[in-house]
């Protein structure tokens, strides 16, 4: 129903911000960003101001049966004291206009009223934003409050009225290439004066805008605007569709046209030279190693002009993960031409990122000025960083220790091809707790250094040696850093101490008893879960009497959660190896059967066909590891003894674990 009445309302613009949250967790319960989006009310409502009822009228101001206003009724419920109303019209997502009132208005019901010129308006459905505030502070937000359909029948009509008729190639030097797409179209208007177009076109992915100034004289008007071609195939626009056109008249007067265009890029002039985005991937083997050095490219261009240019790009994983940058410059003569691009296949390897790998931030340039610009221009066939070169490395290990009753002495020796600079060698207790260090300075490939450290076997009868414990030098293998020495009869004593809280561990020695009671005596122990991955649940082990599992099995891992803190101590042999694992298509739970810690990144480097991601939970907080990122942005960087670990596999699978290293069988 529309209500008539008689006033004038001042209008003020403002604007107001949304700010959007984003959050990300890692759950077994699942949430989208959208859901999680949609999820989120961003109203907000204090305790002055109730807002019960909105309907739309309209207003005669100058009793000519012609409404010139618009009006939004607004029923409230407040406290008292001096408020302002501002209200925000949408249509299809765009913003409109805005109006703000001020009102001194009493406690209890009260009725508000938003006036909007109607000549601002055309027929559509319309979405009112509203936010209230008291003495300048909020007191009611909300986006979407009231929606409704607006005919301009009964109104004053818009100021202006615009259509876009047809279109045309215009080829002003007559080479067969149009410079221009010219579109042609009619506005209506009461007004006189000069006023600013803005014409928008899209297709693709692209978009492109264009403006003139135009004199129009009241009644109807013809225009033609031109759309520059080397634009258009700049932005490769092919086919555009002519879809807004905005008068601005100190207000945007917005018209959506929807007229279709019919136009090949081929018949564009270029006026400069572009990419003519066709490319051509090969690999290159310098030195028969089956490793790729170069992966080449063959970069197509239209060359408007002979002489020097320069292309550069980013290549990146699937998820844009930063890979290399290349720039390099080309003397190219005019016509299509290509341009070889060969890439350093050692820089792909040191990324660490498998592919298919994505061209992207293209650049062409000559001197200091861009021609043209591609923002994802190609995808590489599937590699994996492995099959490109790798560059030298060092490979540190710690060979033949022997002990007395004080001292361990072991060497230390490089096989690698580089050489290893500034590095610690030192030796460990059975619980962890570093007991003497050596620096080696430079370490050359084939060369070997004798070392002694302090150790006092009469306090302790098992001790890890660890070279480069802060990893500060890059390996071709990393797992032979350590080793284990057992003083007395080839055993192994594992010890960790464990919180009051939930632990996330596995068996690292191979025990001779794995029941619960032998395991954790001496602990005062809460609850233990393990997770059966065929069906997807989990067990539990509460007590004697309530239990779905007694034992704990080697190559699973466990959830444990103590009453109070304790030390785990277990005694046992190393594994027998190969271990065999079977894994289910999503996630496992699984244990790391071994007394020697070892590089995540390497030890999962023979399962990477299968393997997407893991996780564990240490020292109170989760890390992890995924196949996809950086090396640099994984937390989980090492296998630790004594940990369980999640993995998610892409599909049901066995592995073979050799103490350091997983593989396929």
């Known amino acids: 129903m529309i209500n008539n009445q008689k006033n004038n309302y001042p209008n003020i613009i403002v604007f107001t911000s949304l700010l959007l949250l984003t959050y990300f967790i890692p759950s077994v319960y699942s949430l989208s960003l959208p859901d999680l989006l949609s999820s989120y009310d961003f109203s907000y409502t204090g305790p002055e101001m109730n807002i019960t009822n909105f309907t739309v009228g309209a207003n005669d101001t100058e009793g000519n049966a012609s409404y010139e206003q618009l009006l939004i009724h607004i029923l409230t419920n407040n406290q008292a004291g001096n408020y302002s109303f501002t209200g925000d019209l949408y249509k299809d997502g765009r913003w409109i206009t805005t109006v703000t009132e001020f009102y001194s ?24 934003s509203l936010t209230v505030q008291k003495d300048f502070l909020t007191v009611y937000q909300r986006q979407n409050a009231h929606s409704f359909d607006y005919d301009s029948a009964d109104f004053v009509q818009p100021a202006f009225s615009a259509s876009a008729d047809s279109f045309g190639l215009l080829d ?244 690698g091809d580089a050489n290893a600079f500034s590095f610690s060698v030192a030796a460990f207790s059975s619980n962890l707790t570093q007991l003497d260090e050596h620096i080696i300075d430079i370490l050359a490939p084939g060369e070997s250094k004798s070392i002694s450290l302090k150790a006092n076997s009469s306090q302790d009868s098992s001790f890890f040696i660890i070279a480069d414990f802060d990893n500060l030098v890059d390996e071709a293998n990393e797992t032979n850093n350590i080793f284990l020495l057992n003083v007395t009869n080839g055993s192994i004593t594992f010890a960790a101490v464990l919180p009051s809280a939930w632990s996330l561990i596995s068996l690292p020695v191979n025990l001779t008893n794995y029941s619960f009671a032998a395991i954790t005596s001496g602990l005062n122990v809460s609850s233990v879960f393990s997770y059966n991955s065929s069906d997807k649940r ?73 393997f997407d991601s893991a996780a564990s939970y240490q020292n109170g907080a989760w890390i992890s590891f995924d196949k996809r990122r950086n090396e640099t942005a994984n937390s989980l960087k090492f296998f630790e003894p004594g940990i369980g670990y999640w993995m998610h596999v892409n599909q049901d699978v066995n592995w073979k674990f050799d103490g350091s290293e997983f593989s396929l069988p």
Do not use: C
């Not at 208005?105 to 009112?128: F, H």
């Not at 704990?552 to 042999?573: A, E, M, R, V, Y």
């Open 538 to 610: 989990y067990l539990f082990f509460k007590n004697r009497t309530n239990f779905t599992f007694s034992t704990l099995d080697p190559l699973q891992g466990f959830w444990i959660k103590l009453n109070t803190p304790g030390n785990l101590s277990l005694d046992g042999l190393s594994f027998t190896y190969p271990i065999g694992f079977s894994l289910l298509k999503g996630w496992n739970l699984i244990s790391y059967p071994s007394a020697l810690r070892a590089n995540a990144s390497h030890a999962l480097q023979g399962v990477n066909s299968s």
């Open 105 to 128: 208005i009493q406690s209890g019901s009260n009725n508000v009223t938003l006036a909007y010129e109607a000549t601002l308006l055309t027929d559509g459905a319309y979405n009112l």
């Open 172 to 415: 002003t030097n007559a080479n067969g290439r149009a410079e221009f797409l010219q579109v042609n179209g009619t506005i209506n208007t009461t007004l006189t004066g000069d006023f600013n177009l803005s014409m928008q076109i899209k297709g693709g992915n692209s978009s492109l805008g264009t403006k003139k100034l135009v004199s129009l004289a009241a009644g109807q008007n013809s225009f033609s605007v031109s759309i520059n071609g080397s634009q258009l195939k700049k932005l490769r626009l092919e086919n555009g569709t002519v879809y807004q056109l905005i008068i601005r008249d100190g207000v945007n007067y917005l018209f959506e046209l929807g007229l279709n265009t019919s136009y090949g890029l081929d018949e564009l002039e270029a006026g400069q030279t572009l990419f003519a985005d066709s490319f051509e991937e090969g690999t290159a083997d310098l030195n028969g190693n089956n490793q790729t050095d170069l992966l080449e490219f063959n970069i197509s261009l239209l060359v408007e002009g002979a002489g020097n240019y320069n292309i550069s790009f980013d290549l990146v994983d699937p998820f844009n993960g930063f890979v290399l940058s290349e720039k390099k410059s080309f003397s190219l003569a005019s016509g299509l031409q290509k341009a070889a691009f060969p890439v350093n296949g050692t820089m792909v390897f040191l990324s660490k990122l498998n592919g298919p790998y994505k061209i992207k931030s293209l650049l062409l340039e000559q001197g200091n000025i861009t021609l043209d610009a591609a923002g994802e221009a190609y995808t590489t066939k599937p590699y994996t960083f492995a099959d490109f070169e790798q560059p030298p490395f060092a490979d540190i290990a710690v060979n033949n220790p022997r002990t007395n009753a004080t001292h361990i002495t072991f060497e230390a020796s490089n096989g």
